[in-house]
């Protein structure tokens, strides 16, 4: 049996709350395990902070890196959910609630073919039963939960202040039409300092390679993800002080 949210990865930091439910499943002779997806933290930090503003939520995003660099987690400020980017830290909130030997980690990598990661998840469940086969698999469900334009980001910012979107933005269709992104070059240097050991004692410890473990995997500062991203900042920032979200 397969339970999946992303309700756990909150839970994984408070075992007052995950063990009940890990007990429940053992007095009815399951044998819980954790299974989690690990990313390259800058860049879930950024998918993050789209997630919250898709729920409504927005702050600063310097700040919000600030709180992530500082503490190694993100408390949001009205649910008191943690979200947490250490990741030694995150197994020993799981393994405080499934125990020891029971937690297994793999490295999200959102760049791969759609099929990737299914065929893995599945594939992984097979060796533990034997019984699934997955060559030639395809995932038949569309992706809902894609990341933003920033069209669609602006979108939302009209809709938290209660205002239409005006048909001209002024920006470049090109842009707008873009995966939204908001880091710096420093940004991701910042992230790469403050993570890198425990992204290498992870991998060392259950022989996967998050993608945030070497200095190769800091883009270079040509890179265009960051002129567009400098853009965006800009954008972003201009309309939030023109509708006085902030």
Known sequence: MVLSSEEFHALASVPAQMTPLVEALRSIDYVPLALAYVRAQPFYAESVFVELLKGGS????DRYLQEILRDGSYVHPTSG???????ARFVAGLEASFGAGMVVLKAYRPERKPTAQPVEFLGYLGKLRGELHV????????RVNESLTLRGVIE????????????DLGVAEDDLDARFSLLSYENVVRFYERFVEGNREIDARFGIEIPFAKIGDVPP??????????R???IFGRIIAALGLL
């Not at 060559?135 to 569309?142: I, Q």
């Not at 939302?156 to 048909?167: C, D, I, K, N, R």
């Not at 500062?221 to 400098?230: E, M, S």
């Open 221 to 230: 500062p040509d890179d265009p993800r960051f002129a567009r991203a400098q």
């Open 81 to 87: 959910q943690r979200v947490e980017f250490d990741y």
């Open 135 to 142: 060559k030639g698999l395809v995932n038949p469900v569309p």
């Open 156 to 167: 939302h910012l009209y809709a938290l202040a209660s205002e239409a979107v005006p048909a």
């Open 232 to 234: 965006h900042r800009e």
């Open 58 to 61: 927005l702050e600063s995003f």
